[in-house]
């Protein structure tokens, strides 16, 4: 009968020990956690991520205010206007590798994506890795009050197309 409350008092001393290990193993878990949560976000931010847009139409002027050659970057919409002396077109800003936004070089060296150093050419098309995919070009309209909308609901990254209405405004179609 003494062995067995020996054994009780025992179990009883030992109680607070176990508990506070358990609480050192809660402990190191939400620290890990804390740590993974942190780091996500870290590295999110590292990456310069192109924050998500809703379904949109956006007027980008006239085609006349576009000189020939000229690049312009609409920054509420992410996407870069471009003509090229034939007609305009509208690419993304978007970079395909992990959706970073793209720094604007000149016009003739194309984009460039300063988080993991993907370049593109004029047209969009992925010339330096990591990036494989182009750039996405947008659905564009014309409108002799609004000037050019560019229809961000309708992208493609077919190039048999870039240069094909919608998604290439011809100078001689659009009266300025």
């Known amino acids: 009968m003494d062995s067995g409350i020996i054994r009780e008092v025992s179990d009883i001393k030992a109680l607070p020990e176990r508990q506070r290990e358990m609480k050192k193993a809660v402990l190191a878990l939400v620290v890990v956690v804390a740590a993974g949560v942190g780091i996500y976000f870290?590295?999110?931010a590292m990456h310069n991520e192109a924050p998500k847009q809703e379904s949109e139409q956006v007027m980008v002027g006239f085609p006349a205010d576009i000189a020939e050659g000229d690049t312009r970057y609409?920054?509420?919409a992410q996407i870069y206007i471009v003509n090229d002396g034939t007609g305009i077109y509208s690419?993304?800003?978007?970079?395909?590798?992990?959706?970073?936004?793209?720094?604007?070089k000149e016009k003739e060296e194309g984009f460039a994506c300063s988080c993991h150093g993907s370049e593109f050419d004029e047209e969009g098309r992925?010339?330096?890795g990591p990036a494989e995919a182009p750039l996405e070009h947008y659905a564009m309209s014309y409108d002799s009050e609004l000037g050019i909308i560019v229809d961000k609901d309708d992208a493609t990254s077919d190039e048999t197309k870039w240069k094909e209405p919608p998604y290439y405004l011809l100078l001689s179609d659009v009266s300025q």
């Open 42 to 44: 870290a590295v999110g």
């Open 74 to 76: 609409i920054e509420s």
């Open 91 to 104: 690419v993304s800003a978007v970079c395909t590798h992990m959706g970073c936004l793209l720094d604007s």
């Open 126 to 128: 992925a010339k330096k």
